[in-house]
């Protein structure tokens, strides 16, 4: 089956995501093949930022969210490092500042939308204000539980407006947190990473995947689809989202447009 049919989240569909095995790979195996079969998708993607670029009539927004090492990082470095940075804008959400969090909490990611003939990368987004929000009670119920809809009408209007907004969830284990957290404690040269809130966090695991549930739920949507990513092993995952990105930016049929000039009437001196 098509990767990205297969897990992309129907809309409307209830979520269970332990339904969903993190270690998936879609009969998939690791190797060669399957590298080679990433790294062209990779390429691909490069020509079609060109093309999107030039066209100049649409802009990909790529959402990454995920649990604490869940592979944010990596994801966005692996399957954007063949894309050209001019025709690349990333963004990355962190915990609100007082201006930001004096404004709706759609104004500081409206900003950062990419224009026309750009990709942009959110590592962490809007999203972080019905997860991280909700898990915590950082507002009233009545707050969050209104921004399902805020959202949706949200990327209703970047669609309408020639944004095209892709959404992945990458979804790892407990056990394979735990992995990585260790990993990183063990590297010198990674172990910046680690904070106490990612330890505390992991206490509230299972409210995270009831939040991410609802989310998945809710906001999947025919303009701005969710995927749930099997990321446990990461280079099924990059497998995954680089097909995803290449197929989405495919449907869009973009054509480069014609020259300005008759290049058979050019004159050369
Ligand atoms: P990191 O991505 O590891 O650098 O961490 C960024 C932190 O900012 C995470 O703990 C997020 O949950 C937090 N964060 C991002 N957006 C929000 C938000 N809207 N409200 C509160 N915390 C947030
Ligand atoms: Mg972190």
Redesign the pocket.
Known sequence: MNIRKALLVKPGAKVKLSDYDPDDTLGHKKGEHTDAKTDKACGRLDSLQYLLYAEKKHALLAIFQAL?AGG?DGTIRHVMSGINPQGCVVA?????SPEEMAHD?LWRVHKVVPPLGIVGVF??S?Y??V???RV?N?VPKEIWSARYDQINSFEQTLSANGVTVVKFFLHISKEEQKKRFIERIDDPDRRW?I?Q??FM?RKFWDDYIKAYEEVLRRCSTQEAPWYVIPANKKWFRNFAVSRILVETLEDLKMKYPKPTVDVKDLKWK
Do not use: M
């Not at 990355?92 to 609100?96: I, L």
């Open positions: 604490d944010k990355s959400f962190k915990q609100p909490f590592n962490r809007h972080e204000d997860l991280v929000v915590h950082l990473k904070s809130s990612d966090e």
